[in-house]
Every structure is written in C-alpha cells, then in structure tokens.
C-alpha cells in the first residue's frame, strides 16, 4: 500500500511557475511508476507526466512538453513537478499517481493522493 500527497498548488498568474510535490508514505513507493494527472471542470482526467521507477525514462502530453519537468527522489519518498510558462488552460485539479506499468491511462495506476489545486490567471 502507497499514500500519496500532494502539495504546491496554488493561484498564479500566465507565464508564472509553480512547482507540485508528491510525498509517498508506505512500502516500495521506489518500485513504481509515477506520474502526473490533471482534472479540469466539466472534463476527463488526463495525463500530463510520467516517471519509471528509477528516473531514467519519462514521459509528458504534448500540451506540457518543454515546460513541465517530472521529477522523483526515491530515498525521500518525494516526487515533483515544475511547471514553467503557465497558462490559464492549465488550470485544473493536479493528482499524482503510482503505479507498475508507467502508463498514460489513469485507469493502470493503483495509487493516487487527493489532489492539488492549481489556478491560473490570464
């Protein structure tokens, strides 16, 4: 069993960075996957980032590439997202998410904190 939490969300305006930390609590957070979902309202989750287990392979949605970077420390338990460049559409909900496959559907991850709001002004 993994418990995540999320931080860092807040209110910013276009153009401003903000960066988003996953703490895992519970056996082998290590030997899973991580990623990055985003709800907005009235939409589905979508994925915006994932990284292996070990940090040698990630993975971003078009929408975010060049301007988000995922990260993880495995010996602190911790993982992260930096969003540069912000943009209203990126406004949503943010939850991070564990699990084996490093998939891109929410559906494969077994894992998930409660989310993070994160607004963006234009």
């Known amino acids: 069993q993994v418990q995540l939490v999320e931080s860092g969300g807040g209110l910013v305006q276009a153009g401003d960075s903000l960066r988003l930390s996953c703490v895992a609590s519970?056996?082998?957070?290590?030997?899973?996957?991580m990623a990055w979902f985003r709800q907005a309202p009235g939409k589905e989750r979508e994925f915006v980032a994932r990284?292996?287990?070990?940090?040698?392979?990630?993975l971003y949605a078009d929408s975010v590439k060049g301007r988000f970077t995922i990260s993880r420390d495995n010996a602190k338990n911790t993982g992260s997202l930096q969003m540069n460049s912000l943009k209203p559409e990126d406004t949503a909900v943010y939850y991070c998410?564990?699990?084996?496959?490093?998939?891109?559907?929410?559906?494969?991850?077994?894992?998930w904190g409660q989310g993070t709001q994160v607004t963006v002004s234009s």
């Open positions: 990284i292996s287990w070990n940090g040698g392979s990630t």
């Open positions: 998410a564990a699990g084996n496959l490093g998939a891109t559907t929410s559906a494969f991850y077994n894992y």
């Open positions: 519970g056996r082998s957070f290590s030997s899973y996957s």
